[in-house]
C-alpha cells in the first residue's frame, strides 16, 4: 500500500459502487449505523444502503512474507503491507417487497453490483477520492463477501447503538496492484 488516503479512497470507491446499482431517490451513506437510521428526515429519500468501516487490520498473508535481501541498505525496499477493512453495507427500505426501494431488492441491487465488480482498480479508487487527479499509485481494492452470524450483526449493531437490520458484510483488502 502505498499511500495514506487508501483507507478513505476504499471507503468512497466502494461506495460509489454500490451507489451505481440502485435506483434514483437511494443514497449510500457512509455513517455511524445510529446516524444511519434517521434518514427518512431528508426530504426526498425514499431508501438508504449505509456503509461502516467497523475494522481495519495488516492483512495477515502480507505480514508474513519474507523481505527480498539485498546487498546495500539503500537498495533494501519497504516492507509492502496490505490492510483489511471489514464493512458492513445496511439496507433502510422503505417498501414492501414488490416495490423497486424494498430492503430485498436493494439487497439484491447492491449483492449483484458487488459480485460483478469485486476488484476497485487505482483508477477506480483515485476517482472516488476529492481532491485526486488520477489513479491511486500501486493500489487496489480486492471485495470479498464475508458469512456473519445473525447473532454477530447483532452484537455489532449493539455495540454501536443501533436497531438490527438485514446487512451484508464485506472484507475489503487493500494491496499494491
Do not use: W
Amino acid at each position: 500500500m502505498s499511500t495514506p488516503s487508501s483507507i478513505a479512497a476504499a471507503t468512497l470507491g466502494f461506495r460509489d459502487l454500490i451507489q451505481t446499482a440502485l435506483p434514483p431517490g437511494v443514497e449510500v451513506s457512509t455513517q455511524p449505523p445510529a446516524q444511519a437510521e434517521q434518514f427518512f428526515e431528508r426530504t426526498g429519500l425514499l431508501a438508504r444502503v449505509n456503509l461502516v468501516l467497523y475494522q481495519v487490520s495488516a492483512s495477515p498473508g502480507r505480514s508474513n512474507a519474507v523481505p527480498a535481501r539485498h546487498s546495500s541498505p539503500a537498495e533494501e525496499e519497504k516492507p509492502s503491507g496490505g490492510l483489511d477493512l471489514l464493512y458492513l453495507v445496511t439496507i433502510y427500505g422503505s417498501a414492501s417487497p414488490e416495490e423497486e426501494h424494498s430492503t430485498e431488492r436493494l439487497l439484491e441491487a447492491t449483492y449483484h453490483a458487488i459480485y460483478q465488480k469485486p476488484i476497485l482498480s487505482s483508477a477506480d479508487l483515485g476517482s472516488a477520492l476529492p481532491g485526486t487527479a488520477g489513479p491511486l499509485p500501486s493500489v487496489m481494492a480486492r471485495i470479498v463477501p464475508q458469512s456473519l452470524s445473525c447473532a454477530e450483526v447483532e452484537r455489532l449493531f449493539s455495540s454501536m447503538h443501533a436497531v438490527y437490520r438485514p446487512t451484508l458484510a464485506y472484507l475489503v483488502t487493500l494491496s499494491e496492484s
